[in-house]
């Protein structure tokens, strides 16, 4: 994989790795208005990263994984729905 490849996938990448980073928090200690903190940054990444992404889409990330500006239009649609959610 290269370095496009990896700008293609980063806002997966991201919404995949701030649950972690919450599950990991609330291990530590449990306060609402952290989990709230680190799940709305993860969000705010996520969606300054679908704009990173668009500058190298469309891309064949693997043979079965295509990344185009539809596909990340719904991928920031699903962000805001979720962030909104979220507050």
């Known amino acids: ?3 496009s ?7 997966l990448m991201v919404l995949g790795l701030t649950p972690i980073v919450v599950m990991l928090s609330i291990a530590v200690h449990r ?6 903190g680190i799940s ?3 969000l705010i990444v996520a969606l300054a990263c679908v704009f ?10 693997t043979a079965l994984f295509y990344v185009d500006t539809f596909g990340l239009f719904y991928v920031a649609l699903c962000v805001v ?3 909104v959610v979220l507050i």
Not at 5 to 11: E, I, R, V
Not at 52 to 61: G, K, L, N, Q, Y
């Open 52 to 61: 990173i992404a668009r500058s190298v889409a469309p891309r064949d990330v």
């Open 31 to 36: 306060r609402h208005g952290v989990s709230l």
């Open 5 to 11: 490849d990896f700008t293609a996938l980063s806002p």
């Open 40 to 42: 709305s940054a993860g």
């Open 81 to 83: 729905i979720a962030f």
């Open 1 to 3: 994989m290269t370095s």
